[in-house]
C-alpha cells in the first residue's frame, strides 16, 4: 500500500517535469547546443522566458563520459524490485517510452532509499560513454521519489542476440508522435531488460538528458550491457534515430563506480 501511495505521488511530481518539456516551446535533437536560448514567447517574465536555460547555465548536466575522473567505491547495492505488468506504450515525440501503470508496485532500492519506477524510455545511440565507446543504443529506467528526488538507472546496449522484452517494447509502440497504446493482455517485466550481472555500476551527480535538463538526478549506469540485434536496432530507429545528447563536462564532478566484491 505503501509504495502505491509513494508511486502516486511521484508520478505527479514526473508529470511536473514533463509538463513543462511538452507545454514548452518545441526543441529537438538536432538544435541540441541551442536548446538553452530557445524562448518562450507565451511569457513575458525572466526567467520564464527561457525554461531550458539551465541546458546552458547548468555545472551538473548529463550525460557524461563514464571513463574521466572515476574511481572505485563502496557504493550501496542495487536492488531490483520490478514487476510484471500491463504498461502504456508511449510515442513521447522525442523518443518511445514505457509508462507503468497507476498501481505498480516495482521500485529500485539504493540502500535504504525506496524510488518507484515510473517509466522507461530509449535513446540510439547512447547517450553516456566510456572512454571513446559509444553504444548502439541505452535504456533509461526512471524513478521518482516521494519528495521529489531522481534516479534515473541507465543500461547501454550492445550488439548481440535478440532481447525477447524489447522486441515487446518494440512491436506495441505507436508509429504516431505522441499517441499511445494500452492492452491488458500485454504483460511486460522490465526485469528482463537489465543483464545478468547487477552488482557493478557508475554513479555521479546528474541531470535530466532533454530540457528542461533539470539537475540533482542521481544517475547509475550498470557496467555490463544488454544486447539487441540488427534487425531490432533497425525497429527502434525507425522510431527515432541520433536523439541522443551530446556528452557534457564534468565541471568538477567525480564519477563512483562499484566493482564486485
Known amino acids: 500500500m505503501k509504495i502505491k501511495i509513494l508511486k502516486k505521488l511521484s508520478a505527479a511530481i514526473l508529470t511536473c517535469y514533463a509538463t513543462i518539456a511538452m ?39 548529463s550525460p557524461v563520459n563514464l571513463s574521466e575522473e572515476s574511481h572505485k567505491s563502496r557504493l550501496n547495492k542495487l536492488r531490483f524490485k520490478y514487476y510484471v505488468d500491463s504498461p502504456v506504450f508511449f510515442n513521447n515525440g522525442h523518443g518511445i517510452q514505457v509508462n507503468m501503470s497507476d498501481d505498480y508496485d516495482g521500485h529500485l532500492k539504493i540502500g535504504r532509499e525506496i524510488y518507484p519506477l515510473i517509466q522507461f524510455h530509449l535513446h540510439a545511440p547512447s547517450e553516456h560513454m566510456i572512454g571513446n565507446r559509444q553504444f548502439p543504443a541505452e535504456l533509461h529506467f526512471v524513478h521518482v521519489r516521494e ?20 522486441q515487446t517494447v518494440l512491436d506495441n509502440m505507436p508509429s504516431e508522435e505522441r499517441a499511445q497504446s494500452t492492452d491488458a493482455n500485454i504483460a511486460l517485466n522490465p526485469l528482463k531488460l537489465l543483464p545478468e550481472h547487477r552488482w557493478s555500476h557508475y554513479t555521479l551527480a546528474g541531470s535530466l538528458t532533454t530540457p528542461p535538463c533539470s539537475e540533482g538526478v542521481n544517475w547509475l549506469i550498470l557496467a555490463e550491457p544488454i544486447t539487441i540485434s540488427s534487425a531490432q536496432l533497425a525497429q527502434l530507429k525507425s522510431f527515432y534515430s541520433d536523439n541522443a545528447r551530446h556528452v557534457q563536462d564534468l565541471n568538477g564532478r567525480s564519477i563512483s563506480y562499484r566493482a564486485k566484491y
Request: hydrophobic share 35%; charged share 20%.
Open 23 to 61: 507545454a514548452g516551446p518545441h526543441w529537438s535533437h538536432d538544435e541540441q547546443t541551442e536548446w538553452g536560448a530557445i524562448r518562450d514567447h507565451s511569457q513575458t517574465v525572466e526567467p520564464f522566458t527561457l525554461p531550458y536555460a539551465t541546458c546552458s547555465l547548468g555545472n551538473h548536466q
Open 147 to 166: 519528495d521529489g528526488k531522481i534516479a534515473v538507472l541507465g543500461i547501454l546496449i550492445k550488439l548481440g542476440e535478440d532481447n525477447a522484452a524489447l
